[in-house]
């Protein structure tokens, strides 16, 4: 198959405003082979770091197993979660090799029309573009729960997303208004759990990407893209709204520490950050809507941690409530932001695991307990064993 690779490389300078250092070549390879090809480009690139630095890499890979029980504890998905439906929503359809100048794509993604070979190759070589002008991105390897990897990703989608809309209005006859290219959605193709919430993270990434991207651009022109293609957001917050970055673009999370709340018997195994984007994901389907809303917008900074009993045993597809803790902080604009938080978690405790009140601010159903408390402009809610610990967990959580 012919691919207008220089065609479409010689438009976009109009378009993005940067010019190629070298155009790249394009191959078209199946799934399988990008999934290798985008694992070997990343083992090249850690063979090349300091050995002190290769080892602390290799430990993230540990915490990303542990990372996977928190989305099943938290109730977003069904214990041992099928792939398949995750892969229905989310594929891998190109990787930029920028050591070979090459691209590579899905043969299934490419179709026949040229209309969209030329529009999947407008976004395939803005990467390539965006890479060879202001660099790569700042976390091409990191732990888990690190929302300003998130913010950079969207950051990085949303510009080949909005040059690629561009494109097409200016040189395949698109009518369509730029705004409407950005209210892409990505509607799981089951109604499960996990393709839903796959769907929303792809919706994040690219669609509140992109719309952040065009933000900027009417602000201040692709100049201030890549100013935040040098230097992007550090929150998700910044992403979902765009007058955060760059002077509000700050995360202040809570300090409270429950250590001595779980005691010698429970060991913290992973920390990161509640940022914007999971409080929404948390709260957007159990609703209230307009409570679910304001603790978004009205979002500081928050924290995540999960707990261990010592000695347990934890099946990361199914963990279990007895010998595994979570520990969400947050904090708000404000404190009358404990309403509208109070309402969402209550919400969610009911609609998620039937819980029912336990007394004292805490709830309880067959398989665990929660407990939540706020403290002027910061919230705790922890899910455990126990309304007892999980309330006095909460209690020292929630601590400005």
Do not use: C
């Amino acid at each position: 198959m012919h691919l207008p690779v220089q065609k479409v490389a010689s438009r976009l300078p109009a378009i993005r405003g940067l010019h190629f250092k070298r155009v790249p070549s394009v191959s078209l390879v199946s799934k399988l082979k990008l999934t290798l090809l985008s694992a070997e480009q990343l083992a090249a690139k850690l063979r090349r770091l300091p050995a002190a630095q290769r080892a602390h890499i290799r430990g993230f890979e540990q915490q990303a197993r542990i990372a996977t029980e928190l989305p099943v504890l938290l109730g977003l998905v069904p214990p041992h979660p099928a792939k398949s439906q995750v892969q229905q929503v989310a594929q891998l359809e190109g990787v930029y090799d920028d050591a070979a100048n090459r691209i590579y794509l899905v043969k299934d993604t490419v179709g026949k029309d040229p209309v969209e070979i030329q529009t999947v190759l407008a976004h395939e070589l803005t990467h390539a573009l965006d890479e060879q002008n202001v660099g790569p991105d700042h976390f091409q390897f990191h732990p888990p729960l690190v929302e300003a990897a998130d913010a950079e990703h969207a950051v990085r989608e949303g510009s080949a997303v909005l040059s690629q809309a561009r494109y097409g209005i200016r040189y395949l006859g698109a009518f369509r208004p730029v705004s409407l290219y950005l209210q892409t959605t990505y509607p799981p193709p089951s109604g499960s759990r996990l393709a839903r919430l796959a769907g929303e993270e792809l919706e994040f990434i690219y669609a509140s990407g992109a719309r952040f991207v065009q933000a900027l651009y009417r602000r201040g022109g692709w100049g201030l893209v890549d100013r935040a293609l040098r230097n992007p957001p550090r929150t998700t917050a910044s992403i979902l709204y765009p007058r955060r970055w760059p002077a509000h673009d700050v995360s202040v999370p809570p300090t409270g520490d429950p250590t001595a709340a779980f005691g010698a018997g429970w060991t913290r195994v992973l920390a990161g950050d509640m940022d914007a984007f999971s409080t929404e994901e948390l709260f957007s389907s159990t609703g209230p809507p307009s409570a679910a809303k304001k603790v978004v917008r009205d979002w500081i900074g928050g924290r995540v941690a999960l707990w261990h009993r010592r000695g347990a045993k934890v099946d990361p597809g199914a963990p279990d409530h007895r010998a595994v803790a979570a520990v969400l902080q947050w904090r708000w604009r404000g404190t009358s932001d404990s309403a509208a938080a109070k309402a969402a978690i209550v919400t969610y405790l009911v609609r998620t695991f039937h819980a029912t009140p336990a007394g004292g601010g805490t709830w309880r159903w067959p398989a665990g307990a929660a407990a939540f408390v706020s403290s002027g402009a910061t919230t705790a809610l922890v899910l455990g064993p126990t309304p007892a610990l999980a309330r006095a967990a909460a209690e020292a959580a929630a601590r400005p």
